[in-house]
């Protein structure tokens, strides 16, 4: 038996301001997106290298404000790459903890992304 990654559910309110945080400033892509009709919330597959989210407007899919701990293997470049995309709502910084690097962001509904580059000991 093999069991996959989990994919976390995100919940959004606001399809455009989604799109400008994950795609513009973080730089994901947009696998699918679909809804059940005309004036129908969003739901939506992003991704950026091997980490994938689904994104949702609808009402009880995930809760907001939720978090969830990425890792990645060069915090450093992403830190720079998400500076120079300049987006006025978030400016990261980067955390020395016991466990590693972390860099945490928040998305606009709340929804923490947090990546962290794990120390080796």
């Known amino acids: 038996m093999h069991i996959s990654a989990a994919i976390p559910i995100m919940r959004i309110f606001d399809?455009?301001?989604?799109?400008?945080?994950?795609?513009?400033?973080?730089?994901?892509?947009?696998?699918?997106?679909?809804?059940?009709?005309?004036?129908?919330?969003?739901y939506l597959q992003v991704r950026r290298s091997s980490l994938i989210l689904h994104l949702s407007e609808h009402y009880g899919d995930a809760t907001p404000g939720s978090a969830i701990f990425i890792p990645i293997e060069d915090i450093d470049s992403l830190h720079a790459e998400l500076l120079a995309n300049d987006y006025k709502n978030a400016k990261p910084g980067v955390q020395d903890l016991p466990w590693g690097r972390m860099m945490d962001i928040t998305d606009p509904f709340g929804n923490h992304l947090r990546f962290c580059q794990q120390s080796s000991d």
């Open 15 to 42: 399809e455009a301001k989604a799109k400008e945080f994950y795609f513009d400033f973080l730089g994901f892509s947009c696998d699918w997106e679909h809804r059940f009709g005309d004036n129908f919330p969003v």
